[in-house]
Antibody, heavy 116, light 113 residues
Framework: EVQLVESGGGLVQPGGSLRLTCVVSGFPFSGYYMSWVRQTPEKGLEWVAN????????KYVDSVKGRFTISRDNARSSIYLQMNSLRGEDTALYYC?????????WGRGTLVTVSS | DIVMTQSPNSLAVSLGERATIKCKSSQSVLYSPNNQTYLNWYQQKPGQPPKLLIYRAFTRESGVPARFSGSGSGTDFTLTISSLQAEDVAVYYCQQYYGIPPTFGGGTKVEIK
């Protein structure tokens, strides 16, 4: 059974940092692109970042470039999202998903709230 | 960025009847070198993550019932549920990946009349 389990969300003040983790099981993780996608009631679904299977290439949506970093550890079947300089508009449910530009397996998400 | 516009925002359909959801992209999502259309459809039920239903405009993901079908070309696309079932109550999203960043439509909520 394919499972993606996100963790690391929470309440953080503007300007603060969080690190999200996604642990994957049930498919050959090291051969897949992986992504983070976020969702809010106001803006809907938004792709955030993806990472190549070998970890050597990352892509980001413009609004998070220079603030967020996606990484992976294939030995641990995990991906990460380091989020710095957080803003109110980063408040969202963050999903981990398998795929580069379309996503066929999703976790249940971890909620990030940026507020003072 | 390519803007995806869905209509209607919501619709109520009787059980067993057809549901039709439209999606329009601000530019063509047809990649001419391989003649592939970079348009997907997702279903999101309450409290769950999105689920990939149809990719490249027409192809059903494995396990998706045949009552779901995708059609369209260029900038105009349609998701059709041929005979609505109770378990199809959800929000449906289109998504393009011709342009980077990939972008989603605002969603269409399908309910039972």
């Amino acid at each position: 059974e394919v499972q993606l389990v996100e963790s690391g969300g929470g309440l953080v003040q503007p300007g603060g940092s969080l690190r999200l983790t996604c642990v994957v099981s049930g498919f050959p993780f090291s051969g897949y692109y992986m992504s983070w996608v976020r969702q809010t009631p106001e803006k809907g679904l938004e792709w955030v970042a993806n990472i190549k299977p070998d970890g050597n290439e990352q892509k980001y949506v413009d609004s998070v470039k220079g603030r967020f970093t996606i990484s992976r550890d294939n030995a641990r079947s995990s991906i990460y999202l380091q989020m710095n300089s957080l803003r109110g508009e980063d408040t969202a449910l963050y999903y981990c998903a398998s795929g580069r530009w379309m996503w066929d397996n999703w976790g249940r998400g971890t909620l990030v709230t940026v507020s003072s | 960025d390519i803007v995806m516009t869905q209509s209607p925002n919501s619709l109520a359909v009787s059980l067993g009847e057809r549901a039709t959801i439209k999606c329009k992209s601000s530019q063509s999502v047809l990649y001419s070198p391989n003649n592939q259309t970079y348009l997907n459809w997702y279903q999101q039920k309450p409290g769950q993550p999105p689920k990939l239903l149809i990719y490249r405009a027409f192809t059903r993901e494995s396990g998706v019932p045949a009552r779901f079908s995708g059609s369209g070309s260029g900038t105009d696309f349609t998701l059709t549920i041929s005979s609505l079932q109770a378990e199809d109550v959800a929000v449906y999203y289109c998504q393009q990946y011709y342009g980077i960043p990939p972008t989603f439509g605002g969603g269409t909520k399908v309910e039972i009349k």
